[in-house]
């Protein structure tokens, strides 16, 4: 049987204010990930999908 998945906390005050701030930044465009390496990560998943046995 399945592990019963609680529910996502609230975040208040500081741990709100923090959150925020770092999805912020994580945004910004000089964070991307470079095309070279996505298109590698992409490659190596279809690969891996495509191998499957699902």
């Known amino acids: 049987m399945a592990t019963p998945i609680k529910e996502t ?13 770092d999805a912020i930044e994580n945004e910004k465009p000089e964070n991307k990930v470079p095309q070279e390496e996505y298109d590698r990560a992409l490659k190596a998943y279809e ?8």
């Open 9 to 21: 906390p609230i975040l208040y005050g500081e741990d709100a204010e923090r959150f925020l701030r």
């Open 47 to 54: 690969k891996l999908m495509k191998n499957a046995k699902i």
